[in-house]
């Protein structure tokens, strides 16, 4: 009895309608892997736009499936499950030389190691708006107890929650990392009246940039929005937490390793801080992106969060939009065919 992936099957019945046919304008092949159903059909529908032949799988690249690779140059990846550097250098042996990944962030990569088995590494571009809007929405129900006054009125208690909520207006935000998500933030933060200050290591917007210490103090919310690297990991640590205003907020978008978690919690339990609203969190991976009602979480740090009254979590969801997941598919093919064509930025 066959066990191959049936979305690959259907890619490879493509493929071989497409070779057989002597008026087909010559194609390249892409391997996607990681790839979720909704991707899926983005990726067959754009196929012939682009003269690309997708072999598609909704597995992550391991050295048990590499042979999926075996052909085409160049991959497309997920950003949900790590690529081993065993599996990299697999990929490069089969004839791999670039990847593309359905994500800004490269923290599942060692880009490193990949270009020192003959691959580069290709990040994407995708709407801003997906995470700008979800990160104000976080802000919002922050400030508003929101995650305690559904619960309650889901249970018929619609008396009034004894903490009152916050104006925007009346507080000042910290933006922190102002590229294209931070700047889009700022864009729509602008509209609610209230004070904003950023950090950068670069400016790129007109706002009033500080340090990161200085933002710390003077903000009553921080929402991170800079890339994790060795730099930016626990950039917002015990010490800087210790930093941060008496009842402030944290909101966290961006990736989970750039907060010290077991900090986080026990500014949260001991009061000093206000709140905080995380879509991401350190050691997601494994168990954010499955249902995980009938199945332990072994994540001790999410488990006490959820625990938390102060705490809103959800599982990294803030780029999900149907406009982001298209940009997402597409720029993915758009930079393997720049890679293909001698277009080395991807």
């Known amino acids: 009895m066959s066990h191959r992936d049936p979305i690959r099957t259907e890619a490879r019945r493509t493929e071989s309608a497409t070779s057989s046919s002597s008026s087909a304008a010559r194609t390249t092949g892409i391997t996607i892997y990681g790839c979720e159903r909704d ?182 919310i921080v929402t991170l929005h800079t890339p994790l690297n060795a730099d930016t990991h626990h950039l917002i640590d015990g010490r800087r937490i210790g930093r941060m205003k008496n009842g402030a907020f944290i909101v966290n978008t961006g990736r989970g390793a750039l907060i010290e978690t077991e900090a986080l919690i026990a500014a949260l339990e001991r009061g000093g801080l206000g709140g905080a609203a995380l879509d991401v969190l350190e050691g997601e991976e494994g168990i954010f992106y499955a249902d995980r009602r009938n199945t332990s979480v072994e994540s001790k740090s999410l488990l006490r969060l959820h625990e938390l009254p102060n705490a809103l979590i959800s599982p990294h969801t803030a780029y999900y939009t149907d406009h982001a997941l298209r940009d997402t598919v597409e720029n993915s093919i758009v930079n393997c065919l720049k890679f293909e064509s001698g277009d080395q930025r991807g």
Request: charged share 25%.
């Open 39 to 220: 991707e899926a059909a983005l990726f067959r529908e754009m196929s012939p736009r682009f003269d690309i032949v997708p072999t598609i799988t909704a597995a992550a690249p391991s050295e048990a499936n590499i042979e999926l690779a075996s052909g085409n140059r160049c991959i497309s990846v997920g950003h949900k499950t790590r690529i081993a550097d065993a599996t990299l250098l697999a990929l490069g042996r089969v004839g791999v030389a670039y990847i593309s990944t359905r994500s800004i962030g490269y923290n599942h990569i060692d880009v490193k190691y990949a270009e020192s088995v003959g691959i580069s590494v290709g990040n994407v571009r995708y709407s801003p708006d997906s995470v700008a809007d979800y990160t104000l929405m976080l802000i919002l129900m922050a400030l508003r107890n929101a995650r305690s006054i559904i619960r309650r009125a889901d249970a018929h208690d619609y008396s009034l929650n004894d903490v009152r909520g916050k104006e925007l207006r009346d507080l000042t935000v910290g933006v922190v990392g102002t590229g294209r998500i931070g700047a889009a933030v700022v864009d729509r933060l602008r509209g609610f009246g209230c004070r904003i200050v950023a950090h950068d290591t670069t400016p790129k917007v007109a706002v009033n940039y500080v340090d990161l210490d200085e933002l710390l103090r003077v903000s009553d």
